[in-house]
């Protein structure tokens, strides 16, 4: 434990209250609420060679698990290059870089992050990021409603149900009614009536137990309502389907973890943002642009600040008041690294894995459930009398236990049900050994 105040530091600061105790300065904080910090055991303290000893030997009970699950964040593989580069000292500590003059380099570098991002999303603009996927859609939500002034949004059940459940509580906060649209054999049903104007359609592609959404009826939809086309998307997928701006998506965005961020038990996260140039002014967050200084020199500089907490303050386009500078200069490392042809291949392995994982399985008797295309994820149906005997075997062979989907709240399929349903999924790092020692733990069961 690490005590950073003195006694004698602690009496200045009571001195300096006019106070005589600790006690005394936190008399208006129920007792109730309060730990009682004598009554902790604490352990003996330990030198830094004998606390170091006991982390490691804690941390060697760990069991390294190969993982088939993916449910919004995955299992990529990352180039060494990726962290070697942000993990140097001029970078680690970086947050946003209000002197522009004396933070160039990390300017420039967000500039880049922000222009691959139109890249892949064929958007015309991009912000700094955001903090997750989630909260990126539910900002890309209220700059919908911003710009249309129709407090109701159609959002597909196909979005992933962590999603949902933020843009629920984002709605519910400032008064938007959100339509939910439900999925027919496994994508949105976009026939199915708003009642009403509505400011945005907003879907995730592919959505979120794998399937390819109809991007026409997506476009058809929303033009025929006036409404604008808000699409989530994973971006190492996007580079072999087509570009949201091809299918009238007038905002862009998802979770950027897949683009050289490890898993780290559940975070930190990168949301990327992208819109048309209409709607530039709405954005979130930090937008970096390029100009010139009065040498002729390019210069970079944090622009449009007016949208911003602090300038604006509580007419603010968002509260979103950071970037998440360290993961979006990773991200735009591994992007730089891979270029468009390399992040082909790695959609194009994961798609191969995925298909030969549910071909495999198939073989074995596990019910795919499979209506429409899928590309990383699919769904599988796991009879209730198997599934406790199967994930305890899977946890033996050293695989991580698939998560039942009726474990999500809001997660539905509209047609289907998925009481029984697990997702799976298959990345480029599985190899061919790897998925056939998955499937051999299956085969056990079923056969």
């Known amino acids: 434990m690490y005590t950073p105040h003195t006694a004698e530091d602690i009496q200045k600061m009571l001195e300096r209250l006019g106070l005589e105790s600790i006690e005394e300065l936190f008399q208006y904080i129920p007792k109730e609420v309060r730990l009682d910090v004598d009554a902790w055991d604490f352990p003996e303290g330990k030198s830094e060679g004998e606390a170091l000893k006991l982390l490691r ?3 060697e009970k760990n069991r390294k698990l190969t993982t088939f699950i993916g449910l919004g964040v995955y299992d990529h593989e990352i180039p060494s290059a990726v962290w070697a580069l942000a993990g140097k000292a001029e970078f ?3 947050y946003t870089p209000y002197q522009a003059e004396a933070s160039q380099g990390m300017l420039q570098a967000i500039f880049e992050y922000q222009s691959m991002i139109c890249e892949i999303t064929g958007m015309d603009v991009a912000n700094a990021s955001v903090y997750d996927g989630a909260t990126a859609l539910a900002e890309a939500m209220i700059m919908a409603v911003g710009e249309k002034r129709k407090y109701r949004v159609a959002v597909s059940e196909g979005l992933n149900p962590l999603y949902r459940e933020v843009l629920s509580t984002y709605a519910n906060a400032i008064g938007i009614e959100i339509i939910w649209l439900p999925l027919k054999d496994g994508r949105t049903d976009f026939s199915r009536s708003t009642d009403g104007e509505v400011s945005a359609f907003i879907m995730q592609q592919p959505n979120f137990l794998g399937f390819l959404e109809d991007t026409e009826a ?3 939809t929303k033009d025929t309502a006036g409404a604008l086309g808000v699409v989530s998307i994973h971006p190492i ?3 072999v389907l087509r570009k949201p701006s091809e299918y009238g998506a007038d905002i862009v965005c998802g979770e950027g973890q897949s683009l050289g961020i490890p898993l780290s038990s559940g975070g930190p996260n990168l949301g990327f943002m992208a819109a048309t140039k209409k709607l530039t002014r709405k954005l979130p967050g930090r937008i ?3 100009t010139t200084d009065e040498d002729g020199r390019t210069a970079y500089v944090l622009t449009l600040q007016a949208r911003e907490q602090h300038i604006r303050r509580e007419k603010a386009s968002s509260n979103i008041c950071t970037n998440q ?3 979006a200069l990773a991200a735009t490392i591994y992007i730089a690294l891979l270029g468009p042809h390399g992040l082909r291949e790695v959609a194009h392995a994961c798609i191969n894995n ?3 994982l549910a071909d495999r399985l198939k073989e074995v008797g596990v019910e795919v459930y499979s209506p429409a295309p899928f590309l990383m994820e699919f769904p599988v149906r796991i009879p209730k009398d198997r599934s406790e005997l199967l994930k305890a075997r899977l946890l033996s062979a050293g695989f991580t236990p698939p998560v039942e989907l009726a474990k999500f709240a809001m ?6 049900d998925l009481s029984d349903m697990y997702l799976l999924c298959c990345t480029e790092k599985r190899t061919k050994a790897e998925i056939d020692a998955f499937v051999e733990v299956w085969r056990e069961i079923y056969e």
């Not at 997660?411 to 289907?416: L, N, V």
């Open 92 to 94: 680690v500590t970086s």
């Open 288 to 290: 970096v642009g390029a």
């Open 237 to 239: 997928l996007n580079s």
């Open 411 to 416: 997660c539905s399929a509209g047609d289907q």
């Open 325 to 327: 500078a360290l993961n």
């Open 354 to 356: 995925t298909h030969y």
């Open 218 to 220: 997506f476009r058809s």
């Open 57 to 59: 030997a804690i941390g």
